[in-house]
Each structure stands twice: as structure tokens, then as C-alpha cells.
């Protein structure tokens, strides 16, 4: 490494004083964050075996360069170790890929969060919770790359609440949402293979995202039974009815059951894009879409998503409890953004 | 605002419009665009949930503000 490292720097009292500059600055999602020293920043961008000055992303209809150095600062100030660096470079190049189409779901009153998914090797060498109380607080990888990509849209690309982040509501995935899939117990192909990568190739998945939404099902003891209370509560879940894509989570007991009757990820798929459908009338009836209903609506069915393959099943969560979710995407269409999955690469020579 | 400001550039006269509650949010795209004064206009929001007659009200009322600032572009 030789390139200078270009930021700014402020020179402050201790800890505690740089803790509240950076509050001060604005730079902080509400959190205390780690100040970023020169030291910390280089042991981050060396991690990942890039130049401070390399571009990792270019935020079209922003207008904004993203530099591997800012991208460590954030990293750092996130609490990432700097092996996580990597996973937090591969999602921010992510997010600048015309399919995500940073501006739509970054901005919208939509008020989705980036939703990422972990997979390959790098997932158990560095920790990532993949079971137990799988979006919640506790597993630093987990909590801080989430966060380091949320400051970068933050503090480097400007998405700032009330401002370029106009969510109404939001939720608490844009602190971090970040969960990997438990490729160990799956019983099931992992997702980043579905998507043309090897297993043993590491991946970051990211998708403009609403928050989870939980479903039970104790009672069947077939693949059937627990997908059909999953359809019949996520067809009506309430958003805008322009979903592009779900993520279908399906944990420990639920995963056993349906694995036991042999269905693949491909057939879930199927019998959730059939069981999810809505019919014109029922969705003009509850005011989601305009216009009287016509004899022709009664049958005229509508799909959640466009395709089978818009939903993304995902093995991952606890081993205990007949709960299982699904993630709707940002309700813009799929010409606004689609989920994108980024190698995470080794760049050290 | 954003289509506004590229058509800007390309050198066609454009109007974008937003309704009030964007405001802000409409300035800051200008400004990640280089362009801190650029102008436009605004109605008052929401208009989603409006009637026909409603909208075509409001149209009518925004018209000559849309004229006024194609005519008089961004200088």
C-alpha cells in the first residue's frame, strides 16, 4: 500500500471526544461509532488488498464516486473487523448496478432497507449467524457490515433521513440487515449457486427490502401444510401489491418438514407463485388498485411476482419454533430494482 | 428531477414539478448534481388519492408557472 490516504483529518482531545466529533458531524446512524484512525482504515483497506483510491462503485443518478478508502472509513466506524471488508466492498459495488438502481429504493417513501445475504465459505469463517434469533442483535459480523453499508449510503453517498432517504416509516433493517444462509443444515442447493456461482465461491446477495414478516404453522407435518399458511398470509401482506421479488426464510422445523416430503427450492417456489395470487376484484375491492371491478376481475388473477424465480428461498434461522418469514422487496417493479449478487473477492496479491 | 435536470443538460427546456412535502428532498438531488439553484416547481401534496376533476384542477392552476419556467429556463 502506498497511496496516501486522501480524507481529511481532525485532530481531537481522546476517545470520547472523537465518539462525540463524529456525533457532531453527522456521521453516525444514532449509534456511537469507532472513530476511524489512519491505522484502523489501513488495516481495513489492506484486508481487502485494495488502493485507497480505487473506485469500488459509481452512483449514477447521483453522481457520486465511492473510493475503497471511504468505503474503510465507514467500515471502520461501523465496527467491522477488516476481514469483513471484503463482504461490505462486494455489496456496495452491488448497490451500484443499474438492476439494483440505487435511487428508487434508497430514496423512496417505500422506506426499504438493504437486505444481505451471505453465502459461501467466507459465511462460517467469519462468523455470520445464520440460526438462533437470525435478525436479531448479537453476531458482530452480522450487525456491523449491514451497518458499514448503510453508512456508506450515509455519510458517502448522502442518503440522509428526510433528505435523499424519504422513507415514511422505514424500519429497523436500515440499521443492518444482514443474515447468511445455513448452508450446513440445508437440505437444499444454496441460493448463490442457484445463481450460477460455485459453492465454494463466497457471495453477497442484496435486495431493496421490507422488514420480515413472521408466520406460524405448529400444526401440519407436510411440505404442503406449512407452505399454504405461508401463502395465505403473505398474498395479503399489505404493501403495494408491486413487489419484484420475495425472500421466502424458512427455518429449522419448517425446513425438516418440507425437506421430509421431498420438494426442492424449485417446487416451493412453484406452489408459492400459485398460492399467492390475488384476483383483480379482491385488490380493487380493498383499494390497492383503481377502478370498479368488472365480472372479469372475479377470475383474473394477479401474481405477486412476475416469475417462480422471483422468489428466493432461503435455510436460515433457529433449530426451535414453528416460525418462518418472508421479506417483500421495495415495491417499485422490477424495472426499479432487482436483487444482485456480488462475488466477494480476495484481492490480496 | 432528476429527468428534469438531464433533459436540462441536453439543452430542452423542462418543468419538474413535486409536491410540497419533496421539496427538500428535490433540492438535494440537485445538489448531488452540481445545480444548488435549480428551479422548480411544486404542488401541494398528496395528490395520489385525488379525484379527476380534482387533479385537472390542480393542473390548470400549475399551468402557467410550467409555462413561465420553460420560457424562462434555469438562467
New interface residues.
Partial sequence: MTTQLASKRYAVEDLNHAIEFCYQQGWTDGLPVVPPTERAVRAMLDAAGLEPDKQVAFITNRQVAVSAEKVAVNAVMAGCLPEYMPIVVAAVEALAEPKWGYHGPATSTGGAAVLMIVNGPIAARLGFNSGDNLFGPGWRANATTGRAVRLVMRNVIGTLPGALDRGTVGHPGKYSYVIAENEADSPWTPFHVERGFKAEQSVVTVMAAEGPHQFYNQLSSTAKGVLTSLCDDMKHHGSTNGQPQYVVVLAGEHMRTIARDGWSKADIQKFVFENTQNSLAHIKRVERLAGAVTPEDETTMRPLVPSPEDVHVIAAGGRAGAFSCYIPAWAGGKKSSQSVSKLIQDRRA | M?DGILFEKAGIPAASIVTDV?E??GH??AQ???LPDYKFLSLPHPIANLSEAQLDQRAREIVPEIVKLLLQGQE
Fill in positions: 432528476l419533496f427538500g428532498t438535494a438531488m448531488s448534481w452540481g
